[in-house]
Structures are given as structure tokens and as C-alpha cells.
């Protein structure tokens, strides 16, 4: 009883600040990338009523992908942004089929560059367990306490309070109405070693993540969804003859696997991307976010590309 009454200030203090705070409370722990998991919450919540359009991907789609042109394009303000930092060609054939069997899309929407095919896998079958088990909870509520760490959420809470506010944070979280969120970093306050970062080389794509990728084609097909890759383009700056010729390579591998499908891909690499639009090598900011959307939709127009109705 006296070990209770001294911890009671504790526990209540810490109670009193959390609610205080609750605004930037994180989402549930239920994988370790936190972009992910505020995602899922986003897509617990749209399960009811579906959407027409579902972007997945990486930051590619997350930061890069201007919602404004997407909604103007395919004429529906049923468009939900679940791209998250770290979601590459792996991640994203690992959350596909679970958001597609609960979101219903027409079409689906994946943005991407060299970085998304290069790397290990940071999710698994045991974070597609945690997935699926929250994705169709009735208790949301109970979430936090299913996957509960008191010190993460204490350290998201002071975490978020910048990610949420502070537009020239690269790790700027505060989603538009549709779950994207575009980067505004001023150039006093870029990152230079981020702004000089370097597209992978040859050596360093994996197989494993082409194979996973081309699953991924294949349940879309499967189930009747269109299939629009977005291929980004790195600031000119650091383009080069050889990182030009190492993309059209990389975008003949994707077109050869995607059209047999009907899916279709965008190249931005047949234009040229001044430095001034990026807030590093591969990030855009709001002009060239907007610029980029634009871009990608008025090719999918001057393809024909139908609008699902």
C-alpha cells in the first residue's frame, strides 16, 4: 500500500501530462517505423467507406505526391495517401494486399525511385500479424495498451510536438486531408549531406525486391485494380550520365513487368528537375511537389490512361 500511495503522483502526473499532450500522442507501437503506424490508423478509420484511389510507397509518395492534382485528376475527393518513410518495393508488396482487401481502390498509386529497391526488408510476417490484427480491431482504444512502451510514447509526445508544427523539419508529419504531407525546408535550414546524397548504384538493388515488387503487380492484377508507378527523378544536380542510364535500365526492368499487366508507369526522368524545387537529392518541395503531380497526371492523360468511374 505505501509502495501505491508514493508511485500515485507518478502515475497521475504522468497521466495528467499525456492528456494534456494528447494531441500528439503517436499511434500505436505496432511495427517500429512511426510513419507507418500513423498510416495505419488513417487507413482503421477509411475502412468503413472506402476509397476510389490508395497512393502507397515510400516518401516518394508520402512527400512528393501533391494531393490537389491527384483529387483534380480522377474527379473524387475518395483518395487516401498511406505512403510512410522506409516503404520500398518490399514494404510496400507486404502492405498492398492488406490495405487493398479493406480500402477497395480502382487504382492504386505507387511512387518510387532507385532507393526503394536497394536495401533489407523493414517489415515482416510478424509485423503483417500486428497489421492485420489492428487493421480490424473493434477497440482501437485498446491498441496502445496491446503494444504498450510508456517510454516511446513519452519520447513520440516531444517528438511530435515538432513533426506536427515545423513544416522545414524533414520529418514534418502533419497530413493533409488526404494523408500526404509535402516538405517546405527554407534553403537556410537544408540538410547539405542529405541535399548531396547520392542515387544507389547497380550493385546495391536487390533481386529480392524486384521479385517482390512484381508479386505485387500481380495480386493487383488479380483483383482488377490498376497499377500506376510514379518513377521520381533526382535533382539535377547530381544526375550524371551513368545514374541517367542506371534509371532507364531500372525503368525498362519495371515496364517489362508492369505493362504485360496493364499497369502503367510514369517516367520523370524524361524531363530535366532543377535543384531549386528539391530540399535534398530526392525530396521535393511544395512548387516541385505540385509541379512533379501535374507532370505524372498529364502524362497518364496524353496515354490514355481511363479513369476508373
Keep these: ?28 507501437r505496432i511495427t517500429t517505423n512511426f510513419a507507418v503506424n500513423q498510416k495505419l490508423v488513417l487507413a482503421r478509420e477509411a475502412a468503413a467507406h472506402g476509397v476510389d484511389v490508395l497512393a502507397l510507397g515510400s516518401s516518394m509518395t508520402l512527400n512528393n505526391l501533391a494531393s490537389s492534382e491527384v483529387v483534380k485528376h480522377f474527379r473524387t475527393e475518395r483518395f487516401l495517401n498511406l505512403g510512410a518513410w522506409g516503404i520500398g518495393a518490399s514494404e510496400a508488396a507486404l502492405l498492398g494486399p492488406l490495405l487493398v482487401d479493406r480500402l477497395h481502390p480502382r487504382t492504386v498509386i505507387v511512387g518510387t525511385n532507385l532507393m526503394d529497391f536497394a536495401g533489407a526488408p523493414l517489415l515482416n510476417s510478424t509485423d503483417s500479424a500486428a497489421i492485420v490484427r489492428t487493421l480490424d480491431t473493434q477497440e482501437p482504444w485498446l491498441e496502445h495498451l496491446r503494444h504498450w512502451n510508456g517510454p516511446h510514447y513519452l519520447r513520440q509526445i516531444e517528438g511530435n510536438r515538432k513533426r506536427f508544427s515545423d513544416a522545414a523539419n524533414y520529418e514534418y508529419f502533419k497530413l493533409d486531408p488526404y494523408g500526404g504531407v509535402t516538405l517546405d525546408v527554407p534553403e537556410d535550414r537544408i540538410d547539405h549531406t542529405r541535399y548531396a546524397k547520392l542515387p544507389p548504384a547497380a550493385t546495391e538493388l536487390q533481386e529480392d525486391r524486384y521479385a517482390a515488387f512484381e508479386r505485387l503487380a500481380k495480386d493487383l492484377k488479380a483483383r482488377g485494380i490498376q497499377l500506376i508507378v510514379l518513377q521520381n527523378a533526382y535533382r539535377d544536380g547530381i544526375r550524371t550520365r551513368e545514374s541517367d542510364g542506371l534509371q532507364a535500365r531500372h525503368v525498362a526492368r519495371l515496364r517489362a513487368l508492369l505493362t504485360p499487366l496493364g499497369h502503367v508507369l510514369v517516367d520523370a526522368n524524361t524531363r530535366h528537375w532543377p535543384d531549386a524545387l528539391y530540399v535534398d537529392s530526392s525530396h521535393l518541395g511544395p512548387k516541385g511537389a505540385q509541379e512533379f503531380t501535374a507532370f505524372c497526371m498529364e502524362q497518364l492523360r496524353v496515354m490514355g490512361v481511363p479513369v476508373a468511374q
Excluded: I, N, S
Aim: with cysteine; hydrophobic share 55%.
Design 1 to 28: 500500500l505505501r509502495c501505491l500511495l508514493l508511485a500515485l503522483p507518478v502515475v497521475v502526473g504522468t497521466a495528467a501530462y499525456v492528456y494534456a499532450q494528447r494531441r500528439y500522442l503517436p499511434a500505436p
